[in-house]
């Protein structure tokens, strides 16, 4: 069986893939959200052309074929399109062998644990406590995230007082038995960062993303060595040798690949698997309900280092509205704090074909 066709359906937030053999077998992948027009045309110059017309089953090996062959570009934009590849090709395996992805990797179909992940600055700390103890109480969810610092900001709040304030509110307001998760997105110095880690131990919080920025791996080590807290990150992070880095000297003590910018499911086991000979838990990153939060579904319910709990975007339509419609039937139903993985095959979802239809086409074909 032979790589025959690979179609992609593109609107500029998402861009998903649908892949062929000759022998008319198929899967859906989905490439990393923001800028998938880019992406898609990053897929059919750089990516199909080393695929189509090869053996379709060794994603491994394919997808090494396509990193060596595409060298001179290592970085973030081609493991954005691979990502794409990767998931069909395991959406594929998975109806072939009419299994879902999360048994085809050892793991059950079933409930997963989410943490409800604000994705918010522009809130203020009490509203985001309302809105925290909304979400409980309507859907049973007992760990939530909220933001600290401003995103990449030279050591600066969102407004001054913020980062202090919205620690103490978030403690005082929920239930005492709510897991507090925080993330900076690379905002702190190391100092102000264990100042301010100091603060989250003292008020309950568990998780601590993205202190310092995440290019100065010994700036969130220092993080690391010095607070009790859990630091965790590595959500961007997308090189091998990088992670190898990470988990080799300890740099966090959770690690977050995200599935979509580490080109697919295939490269991010590897990363998990690198965590988990060192013993270190592996909470992926998923910002948004388009596949990626379904293919970490998959990915944690059957990985040995899962951390505690799914990240679970709680943002709406007023903040993502290019997350509508993308499915048939809801994907992201949550019940007493959980979201269920089913046993349908694949990736267990149905692009909704209206939204295929608007999108723009592109297709490679084997000659
Ligand atoms: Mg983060």
Same mark, same amino acid.
């Given at each position: 069986m032979k790589i025959k066709k690979l179609e992609t359906f593109t609107k500029s937030f998402v861009s998903f893939v649908k892949v062929t053999t000759n022998t008319d077998e198929f899967g859906y992948g989905q490439m990393s959200t923001y800028h998938s027009d880019i992406t898609a045309q990053i897929f059919h110059k750089q990516i199909a052309p080393?695929?189509?017309g090869k053996p379709w089953d060794d994603f491994e090996d394919l997808e090494s074929f396509i990193l060596e062959k595409e060298h001179k570009f290592p *970085? =973030? /934009?081609v493991l954005r399109a691979m990502a794409g590849l990767d998931t069909a090709l395991w959406d594929?395996? *998975?109806?072939?062998?009419k299994k879902p992805i999360v048994s085809l990797l050892g793991g059950d179909p079933g409930r997963l644990k989410i943490y409800g992940s604000s994705m918010k600055r522009d809130i203020t700390p009490q509203a985001e406590a309302d809105r925290f103890m909304r979400l409980q109480d309507s859907l049973g969810i007992k760990a939530f995230k909220y933001r600290i610092g401003a995103e990449c900001g030279r050591n600066e709040d969102e407004w001054p007082g913020r980062s202090e304030e919205i620690i103490r509110t978030i403690n005082k307001n929920v239930d005492v038995n709510t897991r507090k998760l925080v993330d900076a997105n690379s905002c702190f110095t190391p =100092?102000? !960062?264990i100042e301010l880690g100091l603060l989250l131990e003292e008020n309950g919080v568990t998780h601590y993303e993205e202190p310092c920025p995440y290019w100065e791996p010994n700036q969130t080590l220092e993080v690391t060595n010095a607070l009790k807290i859990d630091v965790t990150g590595g959500e961007q992070d997308c090189d091998l040798r990088v992670w190898k880095d990470m988990i080799d000297r300890g740099i966090v003590n959770i690690i977050q690949p995200d599935i979509m910018y580490m080109g697919g499911l295939t490269r991010s086991l590897k990363v998990a698997k690198m965590a !988990? #000979?060192?013993g270190i838990p592996?909470?992926?990153h998923a910002a948004n309900l388009s596949l990626v939060t379904v293919c970490t579904m998959h990915f944690l319910k059957a990985i040995p280092n899962a951390g505690k709990y799914l990240e679970f975007s709680i943002e709406g339509d007023d903040y993502y509205p290019w997350q509508q419609n993308l499915f048939l039937d #809801?994907?992201?139903s949550v019940k007493e704090g959980s979201v269920t993985i089913t046993d349908m095959p694949g990736w267990g979802v149905i692009i909704n074909p209206e939204w295929l239809e608007n =999108?723009? /086409?592109a297709v490679s074909e084997m000659q």
């Open positions: 080393w695929v189509l *970085g =973030s /934009y594929m395996k *998975g109806r072939i062998e =100092s102000r !960062a !988990a #000979d060192e592996c909470t992926p #809801d994907p992201f =999108s723009e /086409y």
